[in-house]
C-alpha cells in the first residue's frame, strides 16, 4: 500500500492543496458549534448581551452607584465611563434624553469594583425583597453613606453561594435592565445580535461547503490520475512479459489487477487524501475542545474505548475474507474468459449447462462471501448508531445536571454534544477505513506483483547495434526446455541459413518446431547454445531491435479490430501503398480483398471472426510482408491453405526474396510446400533427424522418407 503512494508523486502540489483545504475545512467546521453556544447563550438566555458591563448607564444609577464606591473606585469609573448628554452625536437615539453615561471608546473593562457596584445599585432599585421602597432606601443611603458598608456585606453574603456562570447571568439580567430603563429597545439588540452571530455562522458554513468541494474535487482527480499511471505501468510491463510471465499470472488475472485491483487502489487512494486527513483532524481537535469540559468528557472516553473494540472485533471477522474475495474475483474472471472465448466449442458439444453450472459456482461463491461481508457492516452500522445515541443521551442528561447546579451553560453543552458528535464519527471513520486498507493492500500488493516481475527476457546493458543488410542466421547446438518443464524439448540443435536462403522444418506434432522458430525473435532465450545473427548472439542486441528486421506469422492467426489496412499497418506504419498492395498480391489475399465491399479499407472485427480462417492466415502472411524485414517466420502459416493457392503463393514469395536477399523460415506439415527449400530440417522430438535438400534427405533420412510416403500415398488416393 505504501508502495502504492509513490504514485501520488507527481501530484504532491495537489495533495498539499487538499491538505491545506481539509485543515481549512475543519477549522471552520469546528468554529460552528462554539457560534451556536453564543446564540443560545448570549443570544436567546442573555438577550443578546454579552458582557456583564454595561455598556452605558443612567446618570441615575450612577449617583446610586457612587454609594459603594471608595474615592479611587470612582476615579477609576469615570476614567472607563464619560456622561453623554442629549445633545451629544454618540448619544443614543432611542433613550428618553436625560444624560447617560457611555464608555469611552477604545477603553478597558472598567474594575471589578465598579462591575460590583453597578450590581448592586441595580438590584436594590429593582426591589427584589420588596421590602423596602427603593427611593427610601436612597434616601436613606445619602442621609448615612455608612449603611453602604452593612449593605455591600450583605450582598456579599447573599452571592456567596453563585457559580460564576450565575453571577454573570445575573450581571446581564441587570444589564438588560439598565437598558429598558435607558429607553433602549432589548428586542431589537437581541435580535441583531442573533441575526449577527446567524450570519457569520452561515458563512462559516458555506466557506468550509467550499472547501469540502475542493477538496473532495482535487482527491479524485489527484486518486484518477495516480491509478491511470498505475494503470499505464501495469500494461507497459505486462507487454514485456515472456510466455513465461503470463503463464505464472494467467490472462484473467491480469485483467483482474489492471482493472478491479486499480479501481480498489483509486477508492483507497481518494478516501485518504480526503478522510483519512479530515477524520484525524476533526477528531482530535474536537478532543482538544471538548476536554474543556472534564466531567463529560469521560463519558465521551468510555464510548471511543467501546468503538474501538468493535472496530477490532469487525476487522478480525472481515479482512481474512477480504483476501479471498480478490481471488474470487479472479475465478470469475478467468470462468468468463474462457466461456466466451470457447462459446462456438461450448454449444457444439452441448455442454452448456455444465458450463452455467460452472460460471454459477464461480458467481454465487463470490456473491455468498460478498453477502457475508455486507451482512457485517449491516450489523455494524446500527450498533455504531446505537452508541452514538446512547452518548447523545447521556451527555444531555449528564450535562443537564450541570446546567441545574449552575456549573455549564445549556449553550456549551449543545456545543460539547456536536464536538462530541464529530469526535465519534471521526473514529468511525478511521476505523472504517482501517478496514479498507487491508483490502486495498490486498490489491496494491497484487499490482506490485505484477509491477515488480521483472521479464525473465530482458536487453542487455550495452547492446550492440544490428548489422544492416541481409545476415547469416546460425543455430549454434541450441537447447532449450520451457520452464519449470522437466525436459528438453530441443536438443543441441546446430544449422546455418545464409541470406536469401529458405530453411524449412518438418516433423510431427509437438516435435518442436514452433518452439524451435520462436527463439528467433526471443521468445523464449536458449537454454544452452546461441542463437547468432550476423555471428552475434542475438541476446546482445536490443528486442526492438532484433525484432524489427523480423516478418513473422504465428501458427495461429491474429488480426487486430481495425480495417485490412491498419492490419497490415502493424507491420509498419510508414509502409507505402505500393508495399501494401505488393504484400496482400504476393500472399494470395489480393483477390479477395478486391472483391470485399471496401477493399483494403474493410473493417475487420475483433480477433478477425468476420474473414475465413484461411483468408486470416493469408493476412497475416501479407502484414509479415508489410515490413522490409531481413527474416521472414511462417510457422505452419501455408497448411490452411488449398495446394493451388500455397503453390502460388511461394512462387511469389520465391521470386520476392531474390530481390530482397531476405532469409525465410518455413514450418510446414506438407511435403510439397517445402520440397523446394535450400534446406529441409528434418525435426524428430526435438532433435535433428536429418537435414539438407529434398532429393538427400529422400535417400538419408528414415523420418523424412516414412512422412513423404505417406503424403504422396495420400495424396495419389485422395486426388
Ligand atoms: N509454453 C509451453 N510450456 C511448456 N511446454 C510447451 C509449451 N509450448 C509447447 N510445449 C511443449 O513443447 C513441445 C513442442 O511444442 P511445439 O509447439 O514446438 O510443437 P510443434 O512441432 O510446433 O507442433 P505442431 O506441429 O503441432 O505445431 C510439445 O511437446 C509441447 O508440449
Ligand atoms: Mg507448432
Given at each position: 500500500m505504501?508502495?502504492?503512494?509513490?504514485?501520488l508523486?507527481?501530484?504532491w502540489?495537489?495533495?498539499?492543496?487538499?491538505?491545506?483545504?481539509?485543515?481549512?475545512?475543519v477549522?471552520f467546521?469546528?468554529?460552528?458549534?462554539?457560534?451556536?453556544?453564543r446564540?443560545?447563550?448570549?443570544?436567546?438566555?442573555?438577550?443578546?448581551i454579552?458582557s456583564?458591563?454595561?455598556?452605558?448607564?443612567?446618570?441615575?444609577?450612577?449617583?446610586?452607584?457612587?454609594?459603594?464606591?471608595?474615592?479611587?473606585?470612582i476615579?477609576?469609573?469615570?476614567?472607563?465611563?464619560?456622561p453623554?448628554s442629549a445633545?451629544?452625536?454618540?448619544?443614543?437615539?432611542?433613550?428618553?434624553?436625560?444624560?447617560v453615561?457611555?464608555?469611552?471608546?477604545?477603553s478597558?473593562?472598567a474594575?471589578?469594583a465598579?462591575?460590583?457596584?453597578f450590581?448592586?445599585?441595580?438590584v436594590?432599585?429593582?426591589?427584589?425583597?420588596?421590602?423596602?421602597?427603593?427611593?427610601?432606601?436612597?434616601?436613606?443611603?445619602?442621609?448615612?453613606?455608612?449603611?453602604?458598608?452593612?449593605?455591600?456585606?450583605m450582598?456579599?453574603?447573599?452571592?456567596?453561594?453563585y457559580?460564576?456562570?450565575?453571577?454573570?447571568?445575573l450581571?446581564?439580567?441587570?444589564?438588560?435592565?439598565?437598558y429598558?430603563?435607558?429607553?433602549?429597545?432589548?428586542?431589537?439588540?437581541?435580535?441583531d445580535?442573533?441575526?449577527?452571530?446567524?450570519?457569520?455562522?452561515?458563512?462559516?458554513a458555506?466557506?468550509?461547503?467550499?472547501?469540502?468541494?475542493?477538496?473532495?474535487?482535487?482527491?479524485a482527480?489527484t486518486?484518477t490520475?495516480?491509478c491511470r499511471?498505475?494503470?499505464?505501468?501495469?500494461?507497459?510491463?505486462?507487454?514485456?512479459?515472456?510466455?513465461?510471465?503470463?503463464?505464472?499470472f494467467?490472462?484473467?488475472?491480469?485483467?483482474t489487477?489492471?482493472?478491479n485491483?486499480?479501481?480498489q487502489?483509486q477508492?483507497i487512494?481518494?478516501?485518504m487524501?480526503?478522510?483519512?486527513?479530515?477524520?484525524?483532524?476533526?477528531?482530535?481537535?474536537?478532543?482538544f475542545?471538548v476536554?474543556?469540559?472534564?466531567?463529560?468528557?469521560?463519558v465521551?472516553?468510555?464510548a471511543?474505548?467501546?468503538?474501538?473494540v468493535?472496530?477490532?472485533?469487525?476487522?478480525t471477522?472481515?479482512i481474512?475474507?477480504?483476501?479471498?474475495?480478490?481471488?474470487?474475483?479472479?475465478?470469475?474472471?478467468?470462468?468468463?474468459?474462457?466461456?466466451?472465448?470457447?462459446?462456438?466449442?461450448?454449444?457444439a458439444?452441448?455442454n452448456?449447462?455444465t458450463?452455467?453450472?460452472?460460471?454459477?459456482?464461480?458467481?454465487?461463491d463470490?456473491?455468498?462471501?460478498?453477502?457475508?461481508?455486507?451482512?457485517v457492516?449491516?450489523v455494524?452500522?446500527?450498533?455504531?448508531?446505537f452508541?452514538?445515541?446512547?452518548?447523545?443521551?447521556?451527555?444531555?442528561w449528564?450535562?443537564?445536571?450541570?446546567?441545574?447546579?449552575?456549573a455549564m451553560q445549556?449553550?456549551?453543552m449543545?456545543?460539547f454534544?456536536?464536538y462530541?458528535?464529530?469526535?465519534?464519527?471521526?473514529?468511525?471513520?478511521?476505523?472504517?477505513?482501517f478496514?479498507?486498507i487491508?483490502?486495498?493492500?490486498?490489491?496494491?500488493?497484487r499490482?506490485?506483483?505484477?509491477?515488480?516481475?521483472e521479464?525473465s527476457?530482458?536487453?542487455?546493458k550495452?547492446?550492440?547495434?544490428?548489422p544492416?543488410?541481409?545476415?547469416?542466421?546460425?543455430?549454434?547446438?541450441?537447447?532449450f526446455?520451457?520452464?519449470?518443464?522437466?525436459?528438453?524439448?530441443l536438443?543441441?540443435?546446430s544449422?546455418?541459413a545464409?541470406?536469401?536462403?529458405?530453411?524449412?522444418f518438418?516433423?510431427?506434432?509437438?516435435?518442436g518446431?514452433?518452439?524451435?522458430?520462436?527463439?528467433?525473435?526471443?521468445?523464449?532465450?536458449v537454454?544452452e547454445?546461441?542463437?547468432?545473427?550476423?555471428?552475434?548472439?542475438?541476446?546482445?542486441?536490443?528486442?526492438?531491435?532484433?525484432?524489427?528486421?523480423?516478418?513473422?506469422?504465428?501458427?495461429?492467426g491474429?488480426?487486430?479490430?481495425g480495417?485490412?489496412?491498419?492490419?497490415?499497418k502493424y507491420?509498419?506504419?510508414?509502409?507505402?501503398e505500393?508495399?501494401?498492395?505488393?504484400?496482400?498480391?504476393?500472399?494470395?489475399?489480393?483477390?479477395?480483398?478486391?472483391?470485399m465491399?471496401?477493399?483494403i479499407?474493410?473493417?475487420?472485427?475483433?480477433?478477425?471472426?468476420n474473414?475465413?480462417?484461411?483468408?486470416?492466415?493469408?493476412?497475416?502472411i501479407?502484414?509479415?510482408?508489410?515490413?522490409?524485414?531481413?527474416?521472414?517466420?511462417?510457422?505452419?502459416?501455408?497448411?490452411?491453405?488449398d495446394?493451388q493457392?500455397d503453390?502460388?503463393?511461394?512462387?511469389?514469395?520465391?521470386?520476392?526474396?531474390?530481390?530482397?536477399?531476405?532469409?525465410?523460415?518455413?514450418?510446414?506439415?506438407r511435403i510439397s510446400t517445402?520440397?523446394h527449400?535450400d534446406?529441409?530440417?528434418?525435426?524428430?522430438?526435438?532433435?535433428?533427424?536429418?537435414?539438407g535438400?529434398?532429393?538427400?534427405?529422400?535417400k538419408?533420412?528414415?523420418?523424412?522418407?516414412?512422412?513423404?510416403?505417406?503424403?504422396?500415398?495420400?495424396e495419389?488416393l485422395?486426388?
Amino acid at each position: 500500500m505504501i508502495k502504492a503512494m509513490r504514485y501520488l508523486k507527481p501530484f504532491w502540489l495537489s495533495v498539499i492543496a487538499i491538505i491545506a483545504l481539509v485543515f481549512v475545512q475543519v477549522q471552520f467546521d469546528l468554529a460552528l458549534p462554539d457560534y451556536m453556544s453564543r446564540i443560545v447563550t448570549y443570544g436567546i438566555q442573555y438577550g443578546g448581551i454579552t458582557s456583564p458591563q454595561p455598556e452605558m448607564i443612567s446618570s441615575e444609577t450612577v449617583s446610586h452607584m457612587k454609594y459603594f464606591m471608595s474615592e479611587s473606585e470612582i476615579n477609576d469609573f469615570e476614567n472607563t465611563y464619560q456622561p453623554v448628554s442629549a445633545s451629544d452625536p454618540s448619544y443614543p437615539s432611542e433613550a428618553d434624553g436625560s444624560e447617560v453615561w457611555m464608555k469611552k471608546e477604545g477603553s478597558e473593562a472598567a474594575s471589578a469594583a465598579v462591575e460590583k457596584a453597578f450590581m448592586i445599585a441595580s438590584v436594590l432599585s429593582t426591589n427584589p425583597s420588596g421590602e423596602m421602597d427603593p427611593a427610601q432606601l436612597w434616601a436613606s443611603l445619602e442621609a448615612n453613606p455608612a449603611m453602604a458598608q452593612n449593605i455591600m456585606a450583605m450582598a456579599d453574603e447573599q452571592l456567596e453561594g453563585y457559580t460564576e456562570d450565575n453571577l454573570k447571568a445575573l450581571k446581564i439580567m441587570m444589564v438588560r435592565n439598565e437598558y429598558n430603563l435607558i429607553g433602549i429597545n432589548t428586542e431589537k439588540l437581541q435580535n441583531d445580535f442573533i441575526l449577527h452571530e446567524g450570519l457569520i455562522m452561515l458563512g462559516i458554513a458555506l466557506c468550509a461547503s467550499l472547501a469540502a468541494m475542493a477538496s473532495s474535487f482535487l482527491a479524485a482527480r489527484t486518486a484518477t490520475g495516480a491509478c491511470r499511471n498505475m494503470r499505464d505501468d501495469i500494461f507497459t510491463r505486462v507487454e514485456s512479459f515472456s510466455s513465461e510471465e503470463f503463464s505464472k499470472f494467467s490472462t484473467a488475472s491480469l485483467i483482474t489487477r489492471t482493472t478491479n485491483d486499480v479501481q480498489q487502489v483509486q477508492q483507497i487512494i481518494t478516501m485518504m487524501l480526503r478522510i483519512v486527513l479530515f477524520a484525524p483532524m476533526m477528531g482530535f481537535t474536537s478532543l482538544f475542545k471538548v476536554l474543556r469540559y472534564k466531567s463529560l468528557a469521560a463519558v465521551l472516553g468510555w464510548a471511543v474505548v467501546l468503538m474501538i473494540v468493535l472496530m477490532i472485533i469487525t476487522y478480525t471477522v472481515t479482512i481474512p475474507k477480504f483476501r479471498i474475495v480478490q481471488q474470487m474475483v479472479d475465478r470469475l474472471n478467468l470462468v468468463t474468459r474462457e466461456q466466451l472465448e470457447g462459446m462456438l466449442v461450448i454449444r457444439a458439444f452441448n455442454n452448456q449447462k455444465t458450463e452455467e453450472e460452472r460460471f454459477d459456482k464461480a458467481n454465487s461463491d463470490l456473491t455468498k462471501l460478498n453477502i457475508y461481508l455486507n451482512r457485517v457492516m449491516a450489523v455494524i452500522s446500527p450498533v455504531m448508531t446505537f452508541i452514538m445515541s446512547a452518548v447523545s443521551i447521556l451527555i444531555i442528561w449528564i450535562g443537564a445536571n450541570q446546567v441545574d447546579i449552575g456549573a455549564m451553560q445549556i449553550g456549551d453543552m449543545m456545543a460539547f454534544l456536536q464536538y462530541a458528535t464529530h469526535v465519534l464519527i471521526s473514529f468511525m471513520i478511521v476505523a472504517m477505513i482501517f478496514i479498507m486498507i487491508p483490502r486495498s493492500s490486498v490489491s496494491a500488493k497484487r499490482i506490485f506483483e505484477v509491477l515488480e516481475t521483472e521479464p525473465s527476457i530482458h536487453d542487455p546493458k550495452n547492446p550492440k547495434t544490428l548489422p544492416a543488410g541481409a545476415q547469416t542466421i546460425t543455430f549454434d547446438h541450441v537447447s532449450f526446455r520451457y520452464p519449470k518443464a522437466e525436459m528438453n524439448v530441443l536438443e543441441d540443435i546446430s544449422f546455418t541459413a545464409k541470406p536469401g536462403e529458405t530453411v524449412a522444418f518438418i516433423g510431427s506434432t509437438g516435435s518442436g518446431k514452433s518452439t524451435l522458430i520462436n527463439l528467433l525473435p526471443r521468445f523464449f532465450d536458449v537454454t544452452e547454445g546461441a542463437v547468432r545473427y550476423g555471428g552475434v548472439d542475438i541476446r546482445e542486441f536490443t528486442q526492438n531491435d532484433l525484432r524489427s528486421v523480423i516478418g513473422y506469422v504465428p501458427q495461429k492467426g491474429v488480426l487486430f479490430s481495425g480495417t485490412v489496412e491498419s492490419n497490415l499497418k502493424y507491420a509498419d506504419e510508414n509502409a507505402s501503398e505500393e508495399t501494401l498492395r505488393r504484400a496482400l498480391e504476393v500472399s494470395q489475399a489480393a483477390e479477395f480483398v478486391d472483391r470485399m465491399e471496401h477493399g483494403i479499407e474493410e473493417p475487420i472485427s475483433q480477433g478477425g471472426t468476420n474473414v475465413s480462417g484461411g483468408q486470416k492466415q493469408r493476412l497475416s502472411i501479407a502484414r509479415a510482408l508489410s515490413k522490409d524485414a531481413r527474416v521472414y517466420i511462417f510457422d505452419d502459416t501455408f497448411s490452411a491453405l488449398d495446394y493451388q493457392t500455397d503453390a502460388k503463393l511461394r512462387e511469389a514469395l520465391n521470386r520476392m526474396i531474390r530481390e530482397t536477399k531476405a532469409t525465410v523460415f518455413i514450418v510446414a506439415q506438407r511435403i510439397s510446400t517445402i520440397m523446394h527449400a535450400d534446406r529441409i530440417i528434418v525435426l524428430d522430438q526435438g532433435r535433428i533427424a536429418g537435414q539438407g535438400k529434398h532429393e538427400e534427405l529422400m535417400k538419408t533420412c528414415e523420418v523424412y522418407q516414412e512422412i513423404a510416403y505417406s503424403q504422396l500415398s495420400q495424396e495419389e488416393l485422395g486426388v
